[in-house]
């Protein structure tokens, strides 16, 4: 470890070395451009003494070695700068990467983008638009009952931590020391077993300041998150599901568990407050992302929520939503894509999707048998049924195989890129030129 912090170290040491001799550099080639027009003046007929006594020739090459010293040391830093790019230090590499790709603000604001869920696909996506040069915005769903944020919701009545906390630590600049604590569990022993440290941290400051969007904005400045994670409400909701048989049933989890087709889902109360700054996120933004995660867990109760699929309906942005790669027992048994689809404009008040991005390839067949044997399928593609339906389907190779099966979330960084390239928008800052492409081509 502390090899690590060392070699940390010595890269911000020398990066800020190059930057100090890229700017003594340019401040003598400024010197130089001076001295070279001082000795312009001094070829012209000139009565001041003092101009005189200075040597033309000696001038001249004073400026001309002022700009070759320069220019070599402007060279060299940025060498060092890009080829830092590529070092293991991703917090050192990510601020460099925005020093070089943002756009200038004179010209317009930085393009903006909403991304909406929860759960584990919500911050796996996350991971991945961190490194885009882009205003970005989480927007998480909050009607989690199970496990440590089920429990502090129940006991302490506050907001479930769980996902919020995930993103935090997806949007931190870099795996520090702090973000990896946020993500310790305690083991057995006492009543903190099974709580995970994020989760108390932000239970507790909460009681401290009172509100627990305010606790959400002060643990993002605690891990220098890039950009903002904001819950979808502040009210302490519930999930209510219907099922095709008549039966209802409250909560989450147990949604989860009863295991039958689900014909409608609601909110316990019908209608929170949005939080405003969800709202405002999504006014200002050029696109808003749904998904992966869980259809009815995740992605709809955000939409659920009174004035976030209005706010959406109702703006210039580009609606995108990213299907599952596989179904999940107790909530899309049996769903294609285009079923995902028709499940989200036709239970809650979203009016329109412009984009649906799929996965096209199946995992191999060993780790198909060990999802099948869970009652977990392949999410077919259903290419034409979604484009009967007049939206745009995107279906690519994404699939991140391991031991679980996942979108890749390099690969739909790169995919949401081509589509903001793809509209530019009016605002010349909104898209990216060609070498900011090549970055994410690497």
Known sequence: MLL????????????????????????????????????????????????????????????????????????????????????????????????????????????????????????????????????????VTVTDDGGSSGRLRKELQILPPGDIRNCLVALSRSESLLSRLFQYRFGEGGEIEGHSFGNLFIAAMTGVIGDFSSAVREASNILAIKGHVIPVTNDNVQLLAQFADGSEITG??????????????????????????????????????????????????????????????????????????????????????????????????????????????RASRSLMERYEAKGQYWVAPTVKKIEDMGIRIVAADMLLQADLLRHNPVLLAAILVGLINENRLVDSSSGMDEEEESFFDE
């Open 4 to 139: 690590s912090l060392r070699r940390k170290f010595s890269h911000e040491i020398r990066a800020r070395r190059w930057v100090a001799f890229l700017l003594l550099g340019l401040l003598m080639m400024c010197f130089g451009f001076v001295f070279a027009a001082l000795s312009t003046i001094v070829l012209a007929p000139a009565s001041i003494e003092t101009v005189r006594s200075f040597h033309p020739a000696g001038l001249a090459l004073v400026g001309l070695t002022s700009f070759l010293i320069s220019m070599f040391w402007l060279v060299k830093g940025f060498k060092t700068a890009f080829r830092l790019l590529d070092s293991r230090d991703y917090g050192l590499s990510t601020r460099l990467r925005e020093f070089v790709f943002q756009k200038s603000q004179a010209s317009g604001k930085l393009f903006s983008m909403v991304a909406l869920g929860g759960g584990t696909g919500l911050s796996s996506l996350l991971k991945g638009l961190k490194e885009l040069p882009v205003n970005l915005t989480a927007i």
């Open 252 to 361: 989450e989890t147990a949604i989860c568990e009863v295991r039958k087709p689900i014909s409608r889902i609601a909110l316990v109360p019908a209608s929170p407050c949005a939080n405003q700054e969800a709202l405002s996120a999504i006014d200002d933004a050029n696109m808003v992302v749904m998904g992966p995660g869980s259809l009815y867990t995740s992605i709809i109760p955000n939409l659920l929520v009174p004035g976030v699929a209005e706010h959406i309906n109702n703006s210039d942005a580009k609606v995108v939503y990213i299907c599952n790669v596989m179904t999940q027992p107790g909530e899309t048994d049996g769903f294609n894509a285009a079923d995902h689809v028709n499940a989200i404009l036709e239970k809650t008040p979203l009016q329109r999707i412009d984009i649906v991005v799929v996965n096209s390839r």
